[in-house]
């Protein structure tokens, strides 16, 4: 059998029965029970992965966010948290942590976000509610309502709860 290609570091919180896949990178970061890591994910510290949850292949959830119980994340989906990310200061120097501020993201029980669909900071996707592929998240997303488009717009409700 091949070698497992991963980096997780020792402060990351793992459930039982936790299934990661080949080259990820988790650090600082807190994963339920039961729940699935594609492979090429990334998790960054001060992030919080629910229960029963399947994070899909190439997918970067970032510092702040946090994904509760039963939620499907598809692949490449992209999670920011900086709201104007800049690479220098006003100054011209480089930026470090302390000249950004994490703004959270929350994602609620049971949503689903399809692939390569971007989540901007500061939203909340709400309960059963499902982003459409490729769709660029900058608002709220009400529970149980369908979201798709650039920028998301809402297309429907969901029927099956």
């Known amino acids: 059998m091949a070698p497992k290609f991963q980096n997780i570091a020792p402060d990351v919180k793992l459930g039982e029965n936790?299934?990661?896949?080949?080259?990820?990178n988790l650090y600082g970061c807190s994963i339920g029970d039961n729940t699935?890591?594609?492979?090429?994910v990334e998790i960054q510290k001060n992030a919080?992965?629910?229960?029963?949850?399947?994070?899909?292949?190439h997918t970067f959830i970032c510092e702040g966010v946090t994904?509760?119980?039963?939620?499907?994340v598809g692949h490449n989906v992209t999670f920011i948290n900086d709201k104007y990310p800049r690479a220098t200061t006003a100054d011209g120097e480089l930026q470090t942590e302390s000249d950004?501020?994490?703004v959270p993201t929350l994602v609620k029980r049971g949503a689903s976000i399809g692939s390569s669909a971007t989540i901007l900071c500061g939203v909340t996707i709400g309960e059963g509610a499902i982003v459409?592929?490729?769709?660029v998240v900058t608002r709220d997303v009400p529970?149980?309502?369908?979201?798709a488009g650039v920028p998301a717009k809402p297309r429907g409700k969901v029927k099956d709860r």
């Open 48 to 57: 919080f992965i629910g229960k029963n949850c399947k994070i899909s292949s």
């Open 36 to 40: 699935k890591i594609g492979a090429f």
């Open 18 to 24: 936790v299934k990661i896949f080949d080259f990820v």
């Open 100 to 102: 950004w501020q994490v």
């Open 143 to 147: 529970p149980y309502t369908i979201v």
């Open 67 to 72: 994904i509760e119980d039963g939620v499907f």
């Open 132 to 135: 459409g592929a490729g769709s």
